[in-house]
């Protein structure tokens, strides 16, 4: 009885047990409590890992619920299980926020013939979509009877629409990217284009492609793609007019070197960059804003005055001899349209005499001219964000010859960009800044050199004026925009000879010239002459009338107001006074 | 005794059990949700983008040119059409008067400042214009048709001040009220307008 009361302690006993009357032999008392014995103990150490455990939890628990003030939520907030799909490259835009180039999912569809019920059926439907394809290749390929065919490659989502629509089981579309550019041709060569991979090969697309690559925020152009389109359409027509090889236009902002507008013709469709034929590919895909190298002729003369009013070795009423040529070595310099008397700077800028120009720049002198035109950047390629940029073409040996052929425009080829970025420095009151394809932040302009003082810029400006109001660009005025600007016209070197018949004919205008806001240089590559400008393919024939039209329309959208060019404010602003009281004689 | 503690936790065993098993399923649901509207996000926000390129694509250049070619025929802006200064914009013929009468009665009552803004509110739109118009004269204020807000009310504001209409006293009155405030230009009839609102 004893060991059964004892068993009845037992807390190890289920807790309604009731122990059988002893009919099986007991154990012994000293046996039954060293057994009690472990039972207790190991029933102790359960409970109090159990006890552990438990408590831990708690503690947990509180701490989550009482004492962690909410960060465990914001924790299950930041987890997202999927992340948006990010393109492969950033958009580009131009600086009204159209888009330039951009990426989209472009499907491709495929085919698991083994699914196709009625490769017929399908074909035909097939065909009523996709117009293009080929009907029996289609065929051919739906009854091969592989698992997996491509039927073609990058659909547009209308078409991956129509395709969902029939409806037809076996077609499937992988999922791809692909750089679109809505434009088109428009800006072919300031966005450039991407291969196959999704890699930039050319223009911006190349110049920041690890940009592009790296960040999603879109690149802002300074570019305006009504501008663009408006210099674009203006060129095409000089071509097609006057039958021209290729035509280049730039507009810049010259008091910040925004690129506004940059078109080099024949382009290309950034779209489909392979379908060129190949003989001309590289002939369209050349930029000739950046890379062309030109021998820019008269226009020249605006560097070759402003270094000599700079130096001060010319004022403008100083005068120079345009009578008799001049010889040199094998060379003889003439006039074009000789004056056949002395002429004073102004003159010689307005009737763009080579006569006069050369004996300023001889007066300058060699060193004083080399330096002048490096100061304007003209002697190394222009700092731009572009792969493509040329150096410009100039004599190691800077000799007499050499002093007299530059000063009006020969014998020294830069690109386009050199001349525009240089004619703004020379408009804007003398600060040189570097030209910028990405838009600047409004109202902010790079940090610029001075290159020429203001007083030699205000100058320029009254000279530029002249030739657009008795020069050789009369038909560039552009009435209310007051435009100004200087032509020239030079025949293409080639193999060191100039060819009389392949002329390159440039115009570098600049609007309104009390207060130069914009400038404009067009260029265009062996231009014929036709009835309708008597035969003549120089700059005033070809590219200066463009040009008005172009300011014309730029204007407007650029935000320049008209004025009255008669007015006394305007008048007084760009008055030539040793010109004062003179009858000019036309050009 | 026991049993019933007993009851008691099973029943808060099952309870507890259901609870879970309920807000596990709600967080599941919610999961889900939110997934499909993420999804969702996403393939809209791939749509803007197609839509986005495809309205761009719709705006090129060439095409509105064209576009403008064959059904509006737009001309570019010329110098002519741009004016530095609003005085410079010819101003519009008048309309022929059309009084009715209790706009005129309106008008005439010729509150002052404080009160006028209140019967401003009070009265609608009919009241706002007669008292600058009585500032200004009849033909400036024509020249407020330019601006489409207020092209609505214009005729009868222009009507109460026609001299000879019906009640010839009314407008010399709050002429004579507003004489100080003569503008000089339509600038400062603007702020004038503004003011009075």
């Known amino acids: 009885m004893q060991s059964m009361q004892r068993l009845d302690e037992n807390p190890c006993r289920p807790r309604h047990f009731k122990p059988p009357p002893p009919c099986a032999p007991v154990v012994s008392d000293e046996r039954a409590a060293q057994l009690l014995e472990t039972c207790r103990t190991r029933l102790l150490a359960t409970a109090a890992l159990f006890a552990v455990v438990f408590i831990v939890v708690a503690l947990r628990l509180a701490e989550i619920v009482l004492l962690s003030g909410g960060s465990a ?77 491509w039927l073609k490659r990058h ?66 152009l300074a570019l305006d793609a009504r501008v663009q389109f408006i210099l674009h359409e203006e060129l095409s027509r000089v071509i097609t007019d006057f039958s ?105 800028f307005m009737y763009s005499s080579n006569l006069g120009s050369a004996r300023m720049a001889m007066e300058a002198g060699a060193e004083r001219q080399r330096a002048f035109l490096a100061r304007l950047g003209l002697l190394r390629p222009v700092p731009i964000e ?48 570097p030209p910028s394809i990405l838009k600047l932040p409004p109202g902010t302009a790079p940090s610029g050199e001075r290159v020429l003082t203001e007083k030699t810029s205000e100058q320029m400006r009254k000279l530029m004026r002249l030739v657009v109001e008795y020069g050789t660009a009369k038909l560039a005025a552009a009435p209310g925009y007051v435009v100004g600007g200087k032509t020239g016209t030079a025949e293409k070197n080639s193999g060191g000879h100039y060819q009389e018949k392949k002329l390159v004919s440039d115009f570098v205008a600049v609007f309104p010239m009390q207060d130069p806001r914009y400038l404009v240089l067009t260029l265009v590559d062996e231009p014929h002459g036709t009835k309708e400008s008597h035969g003549y393919a120089t700059a005033g024939w070809t590219v200066v009338p463009a040009t008005s039209r172009v300011i014309q329309r730029i204007a407007p959208l650029l935000g320049v107001q008209p004025v009255d060019e008669a007015s006394p404010a305007i008048t007084k602003a760009l008055a030539v006074e040793s010109l004062q009281g003179k009858r000019i004689e036309s050009y | 005794m026991i049993r019933l503690g007993a009851l008691f936790w099973l029943l808060l065993v099952v309870s507890a059990g259901f609870v879970t098993f309920k807000v596990k399923y709600a967080v599941q649901d919610i999961e889900d949700e939110l997934n499909r509207v993420r999804k969702q996000t996403i393939a809209e926000q791939q749509e803007i983008r197609v839509l986005n390129a495809e309205w761009t694509y719709l705006n090129q250049p060439e095409r509105l040119a064209e576009l403008n070619r064959r059904f509006l025929q737009l001309a570019p802006i010329g110098t002519k059409q741009l004016q530095q200064k609003a005085e410079d914009i010819p101003l519009r013929p008048l309309p022929p008067p059309i009084a009715p009468p209790d706009v005129l009665v309106a008008a005439t009552t010729d509150p002052p400042p404080a009160a006028q803004s209140a019967a401003a509110a009070s009265a609608g739109d009919e009241s706002l214009p007669a008292a600058p118009a009585a500032s200004s004269g009849a033909p400036a204020l024509a020249a407020l048709a330019i601006s489409p807000a207020s092209a609505s009310e214009l005729p009868v504001a222009a009507a109460t001040l026609k001299p000879g209409s019906a009640k010839p006293g009314a407008p010399v009155r709050l002429a004579k009220a507003t004489a100080g405030l003569q503008p000089r230009s339509l600038d400062e009839l603007f702020s004038q307008v503004a003011e009075t609102r």
């Not at chain 1, 007299?404 to 003398?430: R, W």
């Open chain 1, 73 to 149: 939520e914001s924790h299950a907030g930041r987890i997202r299980p999927i992340a948006a799909p990010l393109p492969v490259r950033a958009d580009i835009l131009d600086r009204t926020g159209s888009l330039l180039a951009t990426t989209l999912d472009s499907p491709s569809l495929y085919a698991d013939p083994r699914q196709i019920l009625d490769a017929g059926e399908a074909t035909r439907a097939l065909s009523t979509v996709l117009p293009q394809l080929d009907a029996a290749e289609i065929q051919a390929k739906l009854t091969s009877g592989k698992s997996f065919v």
């Open chain 1, 386 to 433: 572009f792969d493509e940029v040329s150096k410009p073409h100039f004599p190691s040996l800077w000799r007499e010859v050499n002093v007299i052929t530059i000063a009006y425009g020969h014998g020294i080829a830069v690109t386009p960009l050199h001349v525009a970025t240089a004619v703004s420095a020379i408009v804007n009151g003398g600060i040189l800044r």
């Open chain 1, 244 to 348: 021209a090889k290729g035509a280049a236009g730039i507009i810049m902002d010259v008091r910040t070197g925004e690129i506004i507008a940059m078109v080099s013709l024949p382009d290309f469709d950034p779209n489909h960059p392979g379908a060129m034929n190949p003989a001309e590919a590289k002939e369209r895909i050349f930029n000739k804003i950046t890379l062309g190298d030109y021998e820019m002729g008269s226009a020249f003369k605006i560097f070759n005055t402003a270094m000599a009013l700079d130096g001060g070795t010319a004022t403008m009423t100083k005068t120079y001899d345009a009578v008799h040529d001049i010889r040199i070595g094998r060379f003889t310099i003439s006039d074009y349209h000789g004056k056949h008397r002395m002429l004073s700077v102004p003159e010689i």
């Open chain 1, 155 to 220: 659909l547009t989502p209308k078409q991956v629409y129509d395709v969902n629509r029939l409806g037809i089981p076996g077609l499937q579309f992988e999922h791809e990217e692909r750089r679109v550019y809505p434009f088109s041709d428009l800006a072919a060569h300031v966005v450039g284009y991407c291969g196959i991979d999704n890699n930039g090969l050319a223009g911006i697309e190349r110049a920041l492609d690890e940009r592009t690559k790296s960040s999603r925020q879109p690149i802002e």
